[in-house]
Structure formats: C-alpha cells, structure tokens
C-alpha cells in the first residue's frame, strides 16, 4: 500500500516485520522502501488472530487520494492567489491552503509557475470569460453592457470590504507573472477581455457611437482604461464611477446623427 508523505504519521507507524492495524485489521510489512515522492510499503492482510508466519493470501489495500482530480485544487489555490498575490504567496501557504505536503503539490504540479498558470487558465475560464458573456456579449445596448463591465469591478465580493481587483491584472504587475508559462496564460486572459470589448465596440459602430475606422482604436482605449480602473478599485481610489462615465463619454460619444462627425 502507498503511504503519501501528506501520511507521515501513518508511515511512520509502519515497521518492517511488525503487525500494523488499519481498519481493524492485520497488516504486516514486508518491505519499506524510500521512495523520492513517497514512502512506499507493501504489507499482507492477515486473518483475524493470524501471525505473521501464517498470512492468507496478499490483499491490495488502496489508499484514496485526497483529492480525485486537480480541479478542487486549482481552485483554492485561484483563491490564494487572487487574495494574497503571486508574489505573496509562498509553498506553506499553498500547504495550508490545499492541504497538500509541498512534495504531493510539486508532483502534480512540477513548479509554483506550472500551478500558477492554471489558476490563471482556470479564472480565465470560469471568472473573466462569464463576465464578458453577460456584461458585454448578452446586452442589448452595447455602451451600457461596456459601462456595467466596468462598473462591475468596483463592487467588493461578498464578505469583502475592498474590490480584490483582477487575478490577470494582479498577476502581471508582480514578478510571478514573468516567467514563460504565466505570461502565456496572461496574454490569453487579455485577449479575451479585448475580443469581448471589440465586439461591443463594433455593436456600438453600427449605432453610430463609433466610426467604422476607429473600432480597433477604441476597443484598446477601452482596454486601457479597464485596466487602469482595476489597479485603482483594488487600492481604493474613490470617484471611479464618475470617471467612467467620461471615459465611455468621450469614446463612445451620443451622435445625433449616426455616422456623423
């Protein structure tokens, strides 16, 4: 049976040539053997009032894995991360947090870069493409699904005193997000915040709020700006709500008459 190194106590208790009791009932180890990622023991089940001479035969006795996948833990670890930080964010903190030894994180994850970067896929997945669907690609009126997306980060999360800000925006500003596999998952996070917005843009064109030629322009100014006002709210800046309406004012401006100059 393997016993994990999140199981020292367990291993511990397993001796070479001695009975071990799990469930109630008679194990014997054979052989303990180091193992890099664990400590592996191969036992016998015995018979109730069995000796160790006279085992029945080997039984497997599996041990369940604490999580069955990666995802439960992806997603605490998206919730660290998004609170504390990349850069804050150290192996115990992701031992306590996951509940994993530092060992079983690094098996499944290789590095802290490898788990970062799927929990930025994961956000980007779950959190910034939910929101660009309901904010800008299922309004009806393009300029208010712009102004709701912005609006939107300004709200803390529930239990929350303060906006958390963006993971993508969070991340990228601090040293983590610098190595190759977190700037790939990053640029992709941003590509679909800026295709969400170029979509509402080119809606608002043909309304007249923007011209045909200044669609691209417009959607990276908005981008900008999103950007900007993440940093802001996460730091508690006040008076953003007004601000946004200048912004969206000046780029997507009221025409009385669509197309005109």
Known sequence: VAVEEDDRS???????????AIDGQVLLAQ????HP???????ILCQPGATPADPSPPIAVPRPPKFAD??????????????????AVTIRDLEVALELRAP?????FETKDVLLARCVDRYV????????????????????GIREFFTSVLRPHPGEISPRGCLLTNTAAQA????????????????VVGAGLRRSVERASATGRVDADAVDATAVALHMSFQGLLV?????VTGLEESIDVTLAALLPRREHPGAA
């Open 104 to 108: 079983s994180i690094y098996r499944r």
């Open 37 to 43: 990622t664990s400590l592996v023991a191969d036992v």
């Open 10 to 20: 367990t291993a511990a208790d397993v001796v070479v040539g001695h009975p071990l």
């Open 70 to 87: 990666d995802a439960e833990v992806v997603d605490r670890a998206v919730e660290l991360f998004w609170v504390r930080g990349a850069d």
């Open 125 to 144: 997945d779950r959190v910034i493409a939910g929101r660009v669907r309901r904010f800008l690609d299922e309004s009806d009126d393009p300029v208010a």
């Open 176 to 191: 983590a997000g610098t190595t190759p596999q977190v700037t790939a998952a990053l640029t992709r996070g941003f590509e």
């Open 31 to 34: 052989r303990l053997d180091a």
């Open 232 to 236: 802001l709210a996460r730091n508690d």
